[in-house]
């Protein structure tokens, strides 16, 4: 158990909707990293937030955003949903403000788009 | 552009038998090298983080190496719980971000 938490583990929805993927980090962590996962693509990195404030951003489509709240948690908004958003998203966190930590991964969320 | 290419895409092991998985990259001003170890529908879970030429790492029957443009993760003596996709990521100066390779897929048959 890697100490981050994601709600909820499964998503099934249509196309042209919305949802809200939920991330909790590790006690202590301030990072908050969101990752992409289909099977053509890999892992790939979405999005990055620290202490509430975005730092990085990455291959992240506009119909998407994220947030970071005071608590820490962050979510992760998908909207105008297409059928090709259908995959695994990983929330990761760690200490941050340094460069080359170690980020701990959540057991995801599996999103599949009918 | 940066990127982490593994090598082989899949590997299949009788139990015992030991190899080795490529993981090289072109991310400019590597910070770290980092390991992973993903079960099927889990999380990557951390195995290693590797900073400089030379450096090594072990953990049971794990073992990671970097040089000044490849990783290797080194098994020996695999057992059927080895069996998993192992994934190679970097980050460069000035990000924290993890690019990351596509795995390699470990079968370890009893």
């Known amino acids: 158990d890697s100490g981050v938490t994601q709600t909820p583990k499964h998503l099934i929805t249509a196309t042209g909707q919305r949802v809200t993927l939920r991330c909790s980090p590790r006690?202590?962590?301030?990072?908050v990293y969101w990752y992409q996962q289909s099977l053509d693509q890999g892992l790939q990195f979405l999005i990055q937030y620290y202490n509430g404030e975005e730092r990085a951003k990455g291959n992240i489509l506009e119909r998407f955003s994220a947030q970071q709240f005071p608590d820490l948690h962050s979510e992760l908004n998908l909207s105008s949903l297409e059928l090709g958003d259908s995959a695994l998203y990983f929330c990761?966190?760690?200490?941050?403000?340094?460069?080359?930590?170690?980020?701990?991964f959540g057991p995801g969320t599996r999103l599949t788009v009918l | 552009e940066d990127q982490v290419t593994q090598s082989p895409e899949a590997l299949r092991l009788q139990e015992g038998e030991s190899s080795s998985l490529n993981c090289s990259y072109t991310?400019?001003?590597?910070?770290?090298l980092f390991w992973y170890r993903q079960d099927p529908g889990k999380g990557p879970e951390f195995l290693f983080t590797l900073y400089s030429a030379g450096e090594e790492k072990e953990k049971e029957r794990l073992k990671a190496t970097l040089t000044k443009k490849e990783s290797f993760l080194h098994i020996t003596a695999p057992k059927p719980e080895d069996s998993a996709t192992y994934l190679c990521?970097?980050?460069?100066?000035?990000?924290?971000?993890?690019?990351f390779g596509k795995g390699t897929k470990l079968t370890v048959n009893p």
């Open positions: 006690s202590g962590d301030l990072s």
């Open positions: 990521a970097g980050t460069q100066g000035g990000s924290e971000k993890l690019v």
């Open positions: 990761a966190s760690s200490v941050g403000g340094r460069y080359a930590q170690q980020q701990y």
């Open positions: 991310v400019s001003g590597l910070r770290g």
